[in-house]
């Protein structure tokens, strides 16, 4: 290929092409860990949007008859010390984290797009916007989340914000990288003497080509932020008590752990499965993606 | 290097500063009047006028920045509401505890990262490689806390291996402080496992292909010599890059495994504050430990640049 035909293929950078095009969607459908993850989201998914039809009765409906019932036929993964079916609650909880988790990567592909476009385009503002997110990424992540949950007061929107300001500044990190490395390209150069503005050139030629490894950040920024969120709502800062939220339902399950441990072990469990699938998707997503920051071999 | 090390400190103060102002803005995200929060409903109006005089709360919002960076340039980070003491005494006073138990859970974070990835990557698709990596990823997805309320079940209730909890200072008794810290060092660190065990390895194989080590393989050296003198010292200097990130992680995890595991260390002491709504004590401990991880970043990066003397010119 000659530097002219590269060039051609880089100037019109499509994003159905660069993301939907075929050879990516078969290397992905091959990838295992692709597969494996995205098979473990799509049960998850399944149940969490399902819930209502697949749990036999109301999450929080109290049975002081049945409390304490071990995983059987009769109650398929348990009940706790109100007596009320654990697998309900685990099918609502999905729902709880899965929301919370989208909440916090919506947020994190709007503001960090936002500000990792301004920073790596615009070098004046580089400077304050780096600054500041290196102050906000020198607080332990979770750490950081805790003492706004705290301040703002237990809800799912706090967590969903909390945990949105912790990891914005990381992708918007990455962003900024990957903006500073396609503006240096020829097409950009080029787009910029044809008379685009500056605008359209971070619309249309830039932010397009740094989709890749935004799309493998947010993927762990949603596993992440279900792990994060389950310690939130553990310590009484996420979901509100009545909610069925994972997290609520280990802290729950630890004063019962000798009598119960089923309390807390299925939960459990399940943050371990989302957070896994969400792993596999992404360890996927970067090898055929972003080579770049290949880790797996 | 000294210059390079005074370059990186002389960074770090602005973000310092910053670092403070965000934690003195958060506590300006309590609704309503953190006052009135903070003495309970049954509070007499003159009680109330009196915490806000105390808090500094009944000035503007400038004369409280000003204040707030006056104490802090003292070394004042407020005064803890529960405990009735000084935030920076009490700070201090359970650091050693997290500390411990901090270095615990880096040892057991490098000697099994580090032997996990190494031997996945020379072990390259076979099952040994397939198994620790399936290890590698679930340590990176099981939540910390829940692993050391199942470890607790497993190893204290029905075992009696260890302790359900509690700290022994480990000068006093290094063997009780040993069965004390096992179960909250392993939750920390198993996160951090997995991570490494996948950076070495991938590093590994990256180091692997090159030029020099085919050549000392055909100079005839035995393979754990090319692994441990030729390979591993390039494999260790993007595992020293990722020792910011790892104490990043250990400190934000201390608060829930203190917690779980009654270590009354800086992490539980958080944990209290916020089921107490101590705000004093969290934004005072937020800077502290803030502070502290950068202090540790420097001395990270400084370790890096005297590893790799490339990254001093930069």
Redesign the interface.
Known sequence: MTSLEMNDTRSEPSFLRRFMGGRRVRRLLRHRSFMIGLWLCLFVTVIAVLAPVLSPVDPNKMAIRSRFQPPSLDFLLGTDNLGRDLFSRVAWGARLSLAIGLGVVLLNAVFGVLLGALAGYFRRLDGILMRLSDALMAFPSVLLAIGIAAAMGASAMTAVISLAVVYIPRTARILRASVMQVTELEFVNAARAAGAGDLHILRRHILPNCMAPLVVQLSFVFAYAILSEAVLSFLGLGAAPTDPSWGIMISEGRSYIREAPWMTVIPGMAIAITVLGLNLLGDGLRDVLDPRVKMEH | MLAYTLRRIAQAV???L??S???FG??????GDPAAVLAGPNATPDELVHLRQTLGLDKSLLTQIMIFYGNLFQGDLGYSIILGEPVLKVVIERSPISISLAIYSLILTIVFGLFIGVVAAMK?NRWIDQVA?AFA??G????N???G??M??LFS?HLGWLPTGGYVPFFEDPIGWFLAATMPALSLALMQIGLLA??TR?TM??VLGQDYIRTARAKGASEPRVIIKHAMSNVLIPVVTVLGMIL??L???S??VE??FAVPGIGAL??N???G?D?PM??GG?IF??AV??IL?IAVDVLYAWLDPRVRVQ
Do not use: D
Not at chain 2, 26 to 31: A, K
Not at chain 2, 140 to 143: E, F, G, K, M, T
């Open positions: 602005p973000i310092l910053l670092v102002l965000i934690s958060i506590m300006q995200l309590v609704p390259h990596m990823l679930i990176v997805s099981v939540p806390f829940w692993l309320l199942v607790i079940v209730v996948r950076l991938s194989l990256e990043s992680v400190l934000s995890g608060v829930i917690t779980i958080l944990g504050a916020i089921l709504r705000y969290i934004q937020l430990v803030a991880l950068l970043n």
